[in-house]
Nanobody, 125 residues
Framework: QVRLVESGGRLVQPGGSLRLSCAAS????????MGWFRQSPGKEREFVAT????????NYADSVKGRFTISRDNAENTVYLQMNNVEPEDTAVYYC??????????????????WGQGTQVTVSS
């Protein structure tokens, strides 16, 4: 059974930092494009960041560019999202996603086959 398990979500003050992790099991994701998405109450799920299989190509939503960094450790089958200078608008459930057959990055949720259960990030003073 393929699973993506996110961790690292917590309450953080505005301007603070945290790192989300996405640990994969059940298959190797070293050749798969991976992404992070988020969803706030009353809003649709939105793209945050994506990375190709090699870790050399990344893409970000404009709202997080310069503040968030996506990375991956293929040996550990894990993807990370480093979140710096967080804002209250970053409050959401963050989801990790993996592509089934493609090694490319993508900002389209429809391109992803595997999804985690999400981890809550709350930015508040």
């Amino acid at each position: 059974q393929v699973r993506l398990v996110e961790s690292g979500g917590r309450l953080v003050q505005p301007g603070g930092s945290l790192r989300l992790s996405c640990a994969a099991s059940g298959r190797r994701f070293s050749s798969a494009g991976m992404g992070w998405f988020r969803q706030s109450p009353g809003k649709e799920r939105e793209f945050v960041a994506t990375i190709d299989w090699s870790g050399n190509r990344m893409n970000y939503a404009d709202s997080v560019k310069g503040r968030f960094t996506i990375s991956r450790d293929n040996a550990e089958n894990t993807v990370y999202l480093q979140m710096n200078n967080v804002e209250p608008e970053d409050t959401a459930v963050y989801y990790c996603a993996g592509r089934r057959y493609s090694s490319e990055d993508s900002d389209d949720a429809k391109d992803y086959y595997y999804w985690g259960q999400g981890t809550q990030v709350t930015v508040s003073s």
